[in-house]
């Protein structure tokens, strides 16, 4: 692959299910979850109503079953809390030191608390990120386009050199609220309804997408 030295991309990651493969144990511990009220789910649509957001799956399924929505999202945590070990996405690493060499830097925006960060420097990929957002941060969450704001502010970069990379609609509406370019990574194909500028199904595709869409 050519290499373009100081292209001026700016790009901004979710975290869950897209640099992290986690929704499959997501979906494993709301499942676990139910079951302490002895409540049974499926695990695959526990997942697809994960890729919407945790909050709404989890008032969904509160509201099925008559449980409190902060108890089922204690259990959640409890039993999230017990897989000590996030499985990064294939490719990343390769697509995160490609794009760094081809001059662009990156970002994270999570609903995440400290655990990503925490990841991110198990995995030794600290490196990589200019700037991380959590919920520690206080930003409004996505669809919300405020931390991304707060991100073109602080780094100095404008929208126009800027894409939010992300598995979910909420995180194409917010790059949309923010005006940057939006590229929807659905690698199980179950994100269906996102409006996304592009669209792929590994990382290993988003070097080659940036080199394409230059001017």
């Not at 640099?19 to 049974?40: G, H, K, N, S, W």
């Not at 996102?194 to 869409?213: F, H, M």
Request: some cysteine; charged content about 20%; overall charge negative.
């Amino acid at each position: 692959m050519a290499i373009v030295p100081g292209m001026d991309k700016h790009l901004i990651w979710d975290f869950d299910g897209t640099i992290y493969d986690t929704y499959p144990q997501m979906a494993r511990a709301l499942v676990e979850a139910l079951a302490d009220f002895c409540c049974a789910v499926n695990e695959r649509e526990a997942c697809e109503r994960m890729k919407v957001t945790l909050f709404s799956a989890v008032n969904i399924y509160a509201e099925q079953f008559g449980i409190p929505a902060d108890t089922l999202m204690t259990a959640f945590q409890t039993h999230h809390a017990r897989q000590t070990t996030l499985p990064m996405m294939p490719g990343l690493v390769d697509c995160l030191q490609t794009t760094a060499t081809m001059g662009c830097r990156h970002y994270l925006f999570t609903h995440r608390d400290q655990r990503a960060l925490a990841q991110l420097a198990a995995d030794g990929l600290s490196g990589f990120f200019s700037d991380c957002i959590t919920r520690a941060d206080g930003f409004a969450d996505k669809p919300s386009p405020q931390a991304i704001f707060y991100l073109m502010e602080k780094q100095g970069f404008a929208a126009g050199n800027a894409y939010m990379i992300g598995d979910r609609e909420i995180d194409m509406a917010s790059g949309r609220a923010a005006g940057v370019g939006c590229i929807l990574f659905d690698s199980d194909g179950l994100t269906t309804g996102a409006r996304a500028d592009y669209r792929v199904g590994s990382l290993a595709e988003i070097p080659t997408l940036l080199l394409n869409v230059q001017p």
